[in-house]
């Protein structure tokens, strides 16, 4: 015979984990939805306008020019991801069959950072002061030989290339000269805040693109597009 | 004087022309060509490598960049010809300096920015070989650009890149072809012997901007 104390604690029971049970249920339920709703708003394809007219400033290895062309794109909003698609877009066009620059198909940039003129460095701050990050504390230093902006806004791209690309790139003088000049140009043309280009190598400055032009000095943004010039023969 | 940098040389190869020829054998091919025609012209020719290999003097280190541009500097040159070869393209490609002229004052890195000074004769000198050339019946693009050592040069400098006669690559190492070209650069040299000046503000005080420090290992002060 159960007493009567016993079944109430058994009933007790029993309600007790048929209410975990419910809430167990409950919160499964709301971590579900709460996980659907972050994959909902995971963004597929990359935010992009409709398409645009761009230009890019193509190379002719054969006889040494530059020279404009339009494309129909669509390219995002934000500066970096912009200057890294047009430049994706422009090595492309050189992977093309008949390109009268041949360069290996394949990513060629890595990314492209933009810094605000006068690039200013950071040393170690010696007062002490803890960072609000907990990192090393440091400061900013003005450099006085810094690049100045030639006007206010004016920028620099870090251009970081996949060493594949480099790898692979045709050597010369012309053909290497070109494709910095191309993306010089492309660049100039398409994003006016950036006034100075430099080029890293998977995050590491290299002496050249392959033997021959100059990877670590810093270049001007400008137009390239120029025709190569052939003087007159008559004296 | 005539200073000749055949480019590359020894494990730098520079760019592989064919499966058998790399750049270092036509610059240096054309650099012995284009050497005994301005001897014979009553020039005196310096080159920065006779053979292969591309070494310091007296030493086994490898010849750098910054080698290359101290022993044209220390030279006093009346024009530096910077060799160079590629199977891109057709004829020669003439090259000087990106750098702005800044006959002014001193830039911020004086090694690096050497030439800015001698830019202005370098783009005559590159229009008095181009027309050369163009004489000459060989195809021409001039442009400039940004080529180590270049920009370290106190003389008047271009880069002279010899691609091949038409679209056969091994037509870079035709001696036929090497000669017409080196004929057509030698006569216009003759012509510049004359017209060479120092930039204004070096008729003075010649000076020459210090080199940068070198690796222990690598090359001389």
Redesign the interface.
Known sequence: MISRHQRILFWVLVGCILAMASLLFWERERARDRVSALADATPIDAPYTNTESITLDLAN????SITAATRQIALPDEATARARALLEHLIAEYALPGSPHPLQSGAAVDDVFLLPLPVNGRALDASGNTATTGGTPTIPVADP?AIKPQSPGGELAVINLRSNFVNAH??????E?LT?QSIIGTLHANLPQIEQIRFLVDGQPR??L?????L??T?PSRDTT?Q??????TP | MILLDPAHGGVDSGSRITDSLSEKEVTLNLAFKLRSLLAARGFNVVTTRDSDSATEPNSPNPLTLDDRAGIANHAHPVACLLLHATASGSGVHLYSSELDPTPGEPAANPWLTAQAPWVVQSQRLQKQLGTALTRANIPLVMSRASVRPVDSLTCPAVVVELAPNGSDASSLNDASYQQRVAEALAAALVFWKNQAQPPDRLLDTPTMPPMPPSPPTGARP
């Open positions: 290895d054969s006889d040494g030989n045709p050597s010369g003088v012309e053909v000269t910095l002496e050249t392959a033997g021959h032009a100059d670590l000095r270049y120029v190569a010039t052939v003087p007159d023969a």
